[in-house]
Nanobody, 115 residues
Framework: QVQLVESGGGLVQPGGSLRLSCAASGSIFSINVMAWYRQAPGKQRELVASITSSGIANYADSVKGRFTISRDNAKNTVYLQMNSLKPEDTAVYSC?????????WGKGTLVTVSS
């Protein structure tokens, strides 16, 4: 069993920044890929960014150059630094991992970008 808990969401003005965190706990030996997804109201969930245990990152085109994903393997924690936020970034952001053949999701944290 893996538990994922996100934090760091909130209300921010356009152009502002937020840093999301997601801590994984449970009987974990090592996690390969950790990822952030988001789901805006009325839209499908989409991949925002992912990162392997060796630090290889991938980003959605819509966030390249503005968001940075990172992780602390010792803490089983993944971060998402979000800069130059836009109203269209408003969504519930959830982290996810695949571990021993199962996919786990956090409950998500709401990010609202509005003036």
């Amino acid at each position: 069993q893996v538990q994922l808990v996100e934090s760091g969401g909130g209300l921010v003005q356009p152009g502002g920044s937020l840093r999301l965190s997601c801590a994984a706990s449970g009987s974990i030996f090592s996690i390969n890929v950790m990822a952030w997804y988001r789901q805006a109201p009325g839209k499908q969930r989409e991949l925002v960014a992912s990162i392997t245990s060796s630090g290889i990152a991938n980003y959605a085109d819509s966030v390249k150059g503005r968001f940075t994903i990172s992780r602390d393997n010792a803490k089983n924690t993944v971060y998402l630094q979000m800069n130059s936020l836009k109203p269209e970034d408003t969504a519930v952001y959830s982290c996810t991992v695949a571990y021993q053949g199962l996919r786990y999701w956090g409950k998500g944290t709401l990010v609202t970008v509005s003036s």
